[in-house]
């Protein structure tokens, strides 16, 4: 069933997706030389950015906080990515071949999002932007406290499901943000 979030979803993913596919052309897979760890650390530059800029209330560089949250989004696809292509050592993969893995971590992550939104009511719509990043960067607390364990945990989720709450976080912010439209 379509619902109002689910459009808004698969807009907002659709402009990241295509921001992807145009760096992968740019610059290729150069993101593959980096570790998980490095990964998270590029998110949450991003987020402490917003988050930042939210408290400060004015910034002095001029991109919008909107082409942070997508850069979360993109980084936590790019961290998913990383974890499929553990295995295969290459440094360039083309966007043809990535463009599937892409789409099945969106489509996972869009089903937790539906799940948790079923359960929730779409209690994030109520919810304010600042809080949002104040739970993105929490995710990625506790991220590095899982990297740093070695990707063992004890009772608690793991990564994949760490970087797929905060892509719908994000996306969530760029809903109440109108970047979708």
Partial sequence: METQTSNEYREVI???????????????????IFRLSSITDQIFIKAQRIRSI???????????????????????????????????????????????????WV???????????????EAWREMRVSSMTDIILM???????????????LVSEGIEANYQDMINYAVFCLIKLDYHV
């Fill in 14 to 32: 659709s402009r990241c997706k295509e921001l992807f596919r145009k760096k992968t052309i740019d610059y290729g897979t150069a993101w593959r």
């Fill in 54 to 104: 939210q408290e400060k209330g004015s910034q002095k560089v001029n991109d919008p906080i909107e082409d942070d949250f997508v850069g979360i989004i993109n980084y936590c696809l790019i961290a998913l990515l990383q974890i499929s292509y553990l295995k295969d050592e290459r440094m360039e993969i083309p966007f043809e071949e990535l463009e599937s893995a892409y789409d099945h």
């Fill in 107 to 121: 489509n996972e992550t869009r089903g937790l999002l539906e799940n948790k939104n079923h359960d929730y009511g």
């Fill in 139 to 153: 995710k990625l607390l506790r991220t590095k406290q899982i990297e740093d364990n070695q990707g063992q945990t």
